[in-house]
T-cell receptor, first 113, second 117 residues
């Protein structure tokens, strides 16, 4: 069975600082990995995904994530935080044979002015 | 592209009422749609997966007679909460995926906040 662990339910950074949201996964087959963002009272918006190929994936809003098989990680980063980045972030895993996504517990990102 | 519209965004109703939530893919054909429930400050809990023209597949512990799912076309799925009670109050989110390949991302609606009095 697949699983996702997001380290840190709450991350707080200053505006302009580096954002690092951690995600580790467990999968017995090559995974497909996704990061989604959720703003209050809204659904989820896809930030980026990794399926195959280049392990460094660039997404929207200046975010990127790197798939590291040896570390079973897919951490999300952004060089410089903006106030508008404050939201809940979810990491999710799937695979070629799976119908569904398995989500992590989410990380709430707060940006301090 | 890949817009999913969910309606209504908020419902407040009395206990015992049945509530229907619609999920539409506006600019793509959604072979597969998913229904999630999200509790406050929690992650998404998958309730069921529906493929167009087939019966939905429910996750363990989800009452299929309580949460009726219909996916009659490639652009519309509905979730009906039958005889809703206060414990059914929650944020319900649908998502849709074009095709059957799981490397394709799910696109989410904006959710429906259901409050049962």
């Amino acid at each position: 069975a697949q699983s996702v662990t997001q380290l840190g339910s709450h991350v707080s950074v200053s505006e302009g600082a580096l954002v690092l949201l951690r995600c580790n996964y467990s999968s017995s087959v090559p995974p497909y990995l996704f990061w989604y963002v959720q703003y209050p009272n809204q659904g989820l918006q896809l930030l980026l995904k990794y399926t195959t190929g280049a392990t460094l994936v660039k997404g929207i809003n200046g975010f990127e994530a790197e798939f590291k098989k040896s570390e079973t990680s897919f951490h999300l980063t952004k060089p410089s935080a903006h106030m508008s980045d404050a939201a809940e972030y979810f990491c999710a895993v799937s695979d070629q044979g799976a119908q569904k996504l398995v989500f992590g517990q989410g990380t709430r990102l707060t940006i301090n002015p | 592209g890949a817009v999913v519209s969910q309606h209504p965004s908020r419902v407040i109703c009395k206990s015992g009422t049945s509530v229907k939530i619609e999920c539409r893919s506006l600019d793509f054909q959604a072979t597969t749609m998913f229904w999630y429930r999200q509790f406050p400050k929690k992650s998404l809990m998958l309730m069921a997966t529906s493929n167009e023209g087939s019966k939905a597949t429910y996750e363990q512990g989800v009452e299929k007679d309580k949460f009726l799912i219909n996916h009659a076309s490639l652009t519309l799925s509905t979730l009906t909460v039958t005889s809703a009670h206060p414990e059914d109050s929650s944020f319900y989110i649908c998502s849709a995926r074009g095709g059957t390949d799981s490397n394709q991302p799910q696109h989410f609606g904006d959710g429906t906040r259901l409050s049962i009095l």
